[in-house]
């Protein structure tokens, strides 16, 4: 893929499903996950065509969006799975409940589900963990609760979560920023690990590498 991260998310929600393994040569500005400048993309690329380049697995959520007449639709993410106000500023009312069990109804701007790969996207300038990208989890994190005890929670793979719209009026879900969909009063979304991992070619930096290149990880202010 040539471009940015939002690019390459795109090309994940085509190609993904299949196992095919993506390529990103960074043209954008953070280039979080397309890995390979352009200086040495070609060099990296005929890594991966001779099969010398690692290739390795990222977990994907597959969400649901649903209401007691059925399922609405069904999507995957690569980052994440966000539940945010429409066009007026004013707090969501959403239920989380995990296996069943009650988790807490959030009184906040939103809820961000996120996959390690998206922990160092919304979800960390909302306060959430970095996780590397090789933890199977996925994190919950509330989006300026109203609530000083509501945190991010880091929760199984395996886990069901589901977040269901209490707020006596639509709210929006956007999957990784490239597609969106109403959730009307009462409806929810049912989020878990998707069966098919993205697969992609291994950065040439070590993840904290890269976090120190792209956000100054570790380095003092001042």
Known sequence: ?????????????????????????????????THYARAEAAAALEQACDGRLPIEERLRLAVTVASPSGVIASRCAVNDAVLTQRALARLLDLEASLDGAAIARYKADGLIVSTPTGSTAYTLAAGGPILTPDVQAIVLTPICPHTLTHRPLVLRPDAHLRIKNG????????????????????????????????????????????????????????
């Open 1 to 33: 893929m040539l471009g940015g991260d939002g690019t390459f998310l795109l090309g994940a929600s085509m190609v993904a499903d299949h196992g095919v393994p993506l390529f990103g040569v960074n043209l954008g500005s953070l280039g979080f996950i």
């Open 167 to 222: 707020s006596g009026g639509p709210v929006t879900l956007t999957i990784d920023g490239q597609w969106g969909h109403e959730l009307p009063d009462g409806a929810w979304i049912d989020a878990r690990k998707a069966d098919q991992p993205l697969r992609m070619f291994r950065a040439p930096t070590p993840f904290f590498g890269i976090l120190r290149q792209k956000l100054s990880w570790g380095e003092r202010q001042g």
